[in-house]
C-alpha cells in the first residue's frame, strides 16, 4: 500500500515536472520539534518532555499548480525527555534521534509578488535511532511510515533564492523498544506530532 | 459553552447569508494519519492491563510471535456546501470517516495461566456535519486561502475485538459529540465556476461514556484530516 503510493506520487511528480517545464528547487532547513516522544500525552506518566532540534537537506518541485517535496532531515533531542517519579514504571530518559525522508504532493498556490502557499498531503519514512533508558539503555533501530501533511510558504529573498516555512504534522509510533513494566516490551517510540521548520532554497531552473 | 458557540455560530451563518455573493458544492476525499484516539475500554483495563488502548496494547517478549498493532489511518470522503461573503464564508456538509489500515495485529497476556498471544482488532466509522465560519481571501482570481472554525455534530461506531487460547471478547459502542473543529486550506482556480481545493481539518472532541453490557468506552472523534478535491461554485454577484 505505502509502496503503491509512493510510486504513484513520484509518477505524478515526474510527468509533471517533464511535461509542464516544472522548477527544481533545493536547499537547507532547520526545524524543531515540541514533545518528541509524545510523553505528555502517555495518560499517568509526569515527564519532562524531549524537545528536538533539525537541521535537513530540501527537494522541491514545483509543476504548475502542484509540488512535490522530499528531502532529508536529522532530528537530535536537544533536551531528552526525563521520568523521575517511575510514572513510566521502569523507563526513566527517552532520547530519540531519528533521519526523516518525507514524501508529500499537493497544491502550490502561487501568490503574485509573495511567493507560495503550498499544502499537500503524504508522509515521511523515519529512521529511528537513540535510546531508551529502563533497566538497561535499550538502542533504538526502527524503520517506520507515518502519514501526515505538510503546509508552508515560499517567499523570494533575491532572485532565484527563497525562504521557506513549514508545518509538518506526521503519526508514526514504533514496536516497543524497551520494557516499562519490567515483564514484556511495552513501551514504544513515538514520532507523532507537530514539526515547524524554516529554511533557504535555491531555484535551479527558475527562468526556464 | 457548547449552546453558546451553536448560537453563534447560527447567528453568524444567518448573516452569512445575507451577504453572500456566492455559493459553491465541495466534493472532497482524502485521509486521516490516525484516527479514533486512544480507544481505550473497561474491559482492556480490567483484563490486559492496558489503560492507554491502542497506544499502550502492544507487547512482545516470553518467545511469543507477535505482529505490531499500528495506528488507524482513516480515509475520508465528504460533501459541503459554503456561502461567501466579501471575506467571510460559512459552510456546512456530510463528511465520513472509516478507518482503512492498522488497528490490526497482536499482543502478549497472561489471563492466569500463562503468557499468550491475543489477536486485537480495533475500527471505527464516524460522520460529522461541520458548522464552520472562517475567513477566506482571494488573490487576483488565481487562488484562495481560508481558515476557519467552529463545531460539529458527530456520530459513529467504535468497536473492537480480542481473542486467544483462554479469552475471547468483543465490543462495539455507538455515541454521539459535538467536538469543536478548525480548518485551514486553499483553492486554486480552474475557471469560471470550479477550482481544486486541499485542506487539514482538526476535530477535538468525544462521546459521553457508552456502556455494553459489562463494557464501556467512549467513541473519539480527535484528530486530523487531510483531504483534496474540486469545488463548484456559483458567483450571483458577478452576473
Request: proline share 2%; hydrophobic share 40%; charged share 15%.
Amino acid at each position: 500500500m505505502k509502496r503503491i503510493f509512493f510510486i504513484i506520487i513520484i509518477l505524478i511528480a515526474a510527468e509533471n515536472l517533464f511535461s509542464a517545464g516544472g522548477k527544481i528547487s533545493a536547499g537547507i532547513s532547520a526545524g524543531y520539534h515540541h514533545d518528541a516522544g509524545n510523553l505528555s500525552e502517555k495518560p499517568g506518566i509526569n515527564a519532562d518532555i524531549q524537545q528536538n532540534l533539525s537541521i535537513g537537506g530540501v527537494l522541491k518541485l514545483d509543476m504548475g499548480f502542484l509540488f512535490f517535496r522530499s528531502g532529508c532531515e536529522y532530528s537530535y533531542p536537544v533536551e531528552k525527555g526525563k521520568i523521575s517519579d517511575g510514572s513510566a514504571g521502569n523507563v526513566t530518559e527517552t532520547s530519540l534521534s531519528y533521519y526523516e525522508v518525507p514524501a508529500y504532493i499537493g497544491i502550490n498556490l502561487p501568490i503574485r509578488e509573495i511567493g507560495y502557499f503550498y499544502l499537500g498531503g503524504g508522509g515521511s519514512y523515519i529512521f529511528g535511532t537513540g535510546y531508551v533508558k529502563a533497566e538497561t539503555r535499550e538502542k533504538i533501530n526502527e524503520q517506520l511510515f507515518g502519514w501526515g501533511f505538510l503546509a508552508g510558504i515560499e517567499s523570494e529573498i533575491y532572485s532565484r533564492v527563497s525562504f521557506i516555512f513549514e508545518w509538518e504534522y506526521m503519526a508514526a509510533r514504533s514496536s516497543p523498544v524497551a520494557s516499562a513494566s519490567g515483564t514484556y516490551d511495552d513501551f514504544y517510540a513515538d514520532y507523532t506530532g507537530n514539526r515547524f521548520r524554516f529554511g533557504i532554497i535555491y531555484h535551479f531552473n527558475r527562468y526556464r | 459553552m457548547k449552546k453558546g458557540i451553536y448560537t453563534i455560530l447560527i447567528l453568524l451563518a444567518a448573516l452569512a447569508d445575507i451577504y453572500a455573493s456566492e455559493i459553491a458544492v465541495i466534493f472532497k476525499g482524502g485521509y486521516a494519519p490516525e484516527m479514533g484516539g486512544s480507544m481505550q475500554s473497561g474491559w482492556q483495563a480490567e483484563q490486559l492491563g492496558v489503560y492507554d488502548g491502542i497506544n499502550d496494547i502492544n507487547r512482545s517478549g516470553s518467545g511469543i510471535s507477535v505482529s505490531t498493532i499500528e495506528s488507524p489511518v482513516g480515509v475520508v470522503a465528504g460533501a459541503e456546501m459554503r456561502l461567501t461573503g466579501d471575506a467571510v464564508y460559512f459552510k456546512s456538509g456530510i463528511d465520513y470517516l472509516n478507518i482503512f489500515s492498522g488497528g490490526k495485529g497482536s499482543t502478549v497476556n497472561d489471563f492466569g495461566s500463562g503468557d499468550e498471544k491475543v489477536d486485537v482488532t480495533y475500527s471505527q466509522w464516524h460522520l460529522y456535519l461541520p458548522v464552520v465560519f472562517g475567513i477566506i481571501i482571494e488573490f487576483w482570481d488565481e487562488a484562495r486561502i481560508f481558515a476557519g472554525g467552529g463545531a460539529a455534530f458527530a456520530y459513529g461506531t467504535y468497536s473492537n475485538s480480542f481473542e486467544s487460547a483462554s479469552a475471547e471478547h468483543s465490543a462495539s459502542f455507538t455515541g454521539y459529540g459535538i467536538p469543536l473543529m478548525a480548518e485551514l486550506g486553499c483553492e486554486y482556480i480552474l475557471g469560471e465556476h470550479s477550482a481544486l481545493c486541499c485542506g487539514i481539518t482538526y476535530l477535538h472532541g468525544r462521546s459521553d461514556v457508552i456502556e455494553t453490557g459489562s463494557d464501556y468506552a467512549r467513541v473519539d472523534f480527535t484528530g486530523y484530516n487531510f483531504t483534496a478535491g474540486i469545488i463548484f461554485y456559483y458567483d450571483f454577484q458577478a452576473e
